[in-house]
């Protein structure tokens, strides 16, 4: 559990497909359905499931890669995936050294972490008006005696 | 640092995003099997925490515990943390040493009386009045009592301190006790591991700052 470096299932070789893809599948089925009818968001931890690397790199194969992908810098690498489903995102935050920190399946229209938090927000006025200070006094020419 | 600002403040005044504190609830709540809604509170409760002071207290160890914290080389992710609270006391860490050290644990008691955490390492010698491990002069054993007394919460780190661990093996000539026989009266969380995980003791640590 600890960062992706102990078995997920112990004496279950990393590159033993368990089914576990499928299950995942037959869930997100639900999940999409719920957000269709009522707009309800939800994110499956796929790190919390007893699955192996193969399993995981079986249901991204299967979900596909979408029109949007994006990465994020904040505290290290994140690469966030629209799937071939629409609505279906996934999310992988990596921590030190590349290290998978976190890996989810979100059903929303936009994860989270891609919007703009309103507190940052907040502090953008104060930004760019240092930015443009600081330009300025960069870009204002020395007067010669 | 100001005490009075938040965590969210400060990270903003450092230029750290909300989303790295998102990111970081997302990690911890992965880590620690939490539901997948639960890093939106989380990270908004680190958001809204003040800046947690801790005294760490060594005593009959061997610094693995320490160590396992510390073994991130780069700033990353699992290193927030470190961002997250004051370490007023650490006898590895700190760059005091001597009178000041001592003066710097005494002076966040005093600031910090009721609300900081004390993090101990190591188990407590307790044959003989304490005396097989001492610090500036002072007992293990009276020197826990003294700082748990103001302490809002302690957590014990380590097989040393959780269960006795190698000190307390027999015949235990030091009278070694695990933090869990002398600390009654405070809440204790206890970490045990030789080192533990160093995520488990991280993350314990976001979950008081984040759901108090």
Known sequence: MSMGTAPAIPGCAESHVTGLADAVLAELLGLVQQHSDVGEESTIDLRSLPMTDADRELLKERLGTGEVSTTINAAGLSIVEETTIPGVWWVRHEGGEGRVAAEQIAVTRIPEILLTHPDDIASAPEKLSALIHSSVEQNTPERSL | ?212
């Open chain 2, 1 to 212: 640092m100001n005490r009075k600002e938040t965590l969210g403040e400060m990270m903003n005044r450092r230029g750290v995003s909300r989303r790295a504190f998102l990111k970081y609830a997302s990690y911890l709540a992965s880590m620690m099997a939490l539901p997948p809604a639960a890093s939106s509170a989380l990270a908004q409760g680190l958001t809204h925490a003040r800046r947690q002071a801790v005294i760490w207290l060594s005593f009959q160890e061997c610094t693995g515990c320490t160590e396992s914290l510390t073994r991130s080389n780069n700033p990353t992710l699992e290193d927030l943390i470190f961002d997250f609270i004051s370490l007023d006391y650490h006898h590895t860490l700190q760059a005091a040493s001597g009178d000041a050290a001592e003066e710097a644990r005494h002076q966040s008691m005093v600031d910090n009386k009721g609300k900081y955490i004390v993090i101990v390492d190591g188990s407590v010698p307790v044959k003989d009045g304490g005396i097989y491990s001492t610090i500036a002069g002072h007992a293990n054993v009276d020197m826990l009592h003294e700082t748990v007394q103001d302490a809002f919460a302690v957590i014990a780190v380590g097989t040393c301190a959780t269960f006795g661990g190698l000190p307390y093996a027999k015949p235990n000539p030091t009278g070694a006790v695990p933090i869990s026989d002398l600390v009654k009266d405070k809440p204790l969380i206890n970490i045990p591991g030789c080192p533990p995980v160093p995520e488990a003791m991280t993350g314990t640590i976001a979950h008081v700052l984040g759901f108090g």
